[in-house]
């Protein structure tokens, strides 16, 4: 019993770690992020921003720069309590750079184009991730039917489409870069950043690689342990696996006799052996 009680302490102990380490490795591929709707909106449209990927479950503050100034982001859309920060109607002074923070963390900045114009490029607010496929939607606000429109990446021309838009088939890092569309007679839209996330993870640095193989590792191990715990609680419990004391002679006069004698009679025989001697 007290065997029994030891192995399921120490099987206690390694679920523990096991957690422990999914948990830290968990939260190591986290990062605060800031959703907006869009990324191009067309003036006096609306805008609203979520914060993500915060250890904080609350007390976000959403930041904005706007020509140079840093800002808190004051919510003008009364009906929108759910985002830390919306805006209705959105003017173009609106464009800027955006962002969230805590006290203790930031999240990555976005450009936010309201613009005067009659076109707008519709690209994901959020990293792509890589494999996966992205549709580019150019729209105007002067029509609503289909359209010819032209693709451009880093200003160079990469595609038409005749319903206005673009696929990308099983996005890579080359496809990472800033994105416009044009319709012949409405004019071009601004430019947007078109992010790629890894499959794992969406950067590494030189001391992260070097440590991914070492938690897998890891991992590794404290499964087997605790695999093996099992399989040695379970055959206790089983009663296939009994613990039995075993003695160890030490001495000249034995001659092989002690093996797993319980009893006194090894003794007697070494208290006889050096009375002898």
Not at 202 to 225: A, D, F, G, K
């Amino acid at each position: 019993m007290e065997v029994t009680a030891l192995c399921i302490r120490l099987l206690v102990n390694v679920l523990t770690l096991l957690v422990a380490v999914h948990l830290s490795y968990t939260q190591e591929n986290t990062f605060p992020v800031i959703v907006p709707t869009r990324l191009q909106i067309f003036e006096y449209s609306s805008i609203a921003f979520s914060c993500k990927g915060f250890k904080a479950t609350a007390g976000w503050t959403v930041m904005r720069k706007v020509k140079g100034n840093a800002s808190e982001c004051v919510s003008t859309w009364v009906g929108a309590t759910e985002f830390p920060c919306a805006i209705k109607p959105a003017y173009s002074t609106d464009s800027g750079e955006y962002w969230c923070e805590t006290g203790e963390e930031r999240s990555n900045i976005v450009n936010i184009t309201i613009t005067l114009g009659d076109v707008i490029l519709e690209s994901p607010a959020l990293p792509v991730l890589e494999g996966k496929t992205e549709t580019l939607r150019c729209r105007s606000k002067r029509t609503s039917s289909a359209h010819i429109a032209d693709f451009y990446k880093d200003g160079f021309l990469i595609g038409s489409g005749s319903t206005g838009e673009m696929t990308i088939q099983h996005v890579s890092k080359a496809d990472e870069g800033f994105y416009k569309c044009s319709i012949s007679d409405f004019g071009e839209s601004a430019e947007s950043w078109l992010a790629v996330r890894a499959l794992h993870r969406e950067t590494y640095s030189s001391s992260e690689l070097s440590c991914h193989p070492y938690l897998i590792l890891r991992t590794v191990s404290t499964i087997l342990m605790v695999v093996l715990l099992l399989l040695l609680v379970g055959l206790l419990h089983c009663g296939k696996l009994r613990v039995t004391p075993t003695y160890v002679c030490i001495c000249k006069v034995c001659k092989g006799k002690c093996q797993t004698d319980p009893d006194n009679s090894v003794k007697q025989e070494l208290t006889e052996g050096n009375s002898v001697t």
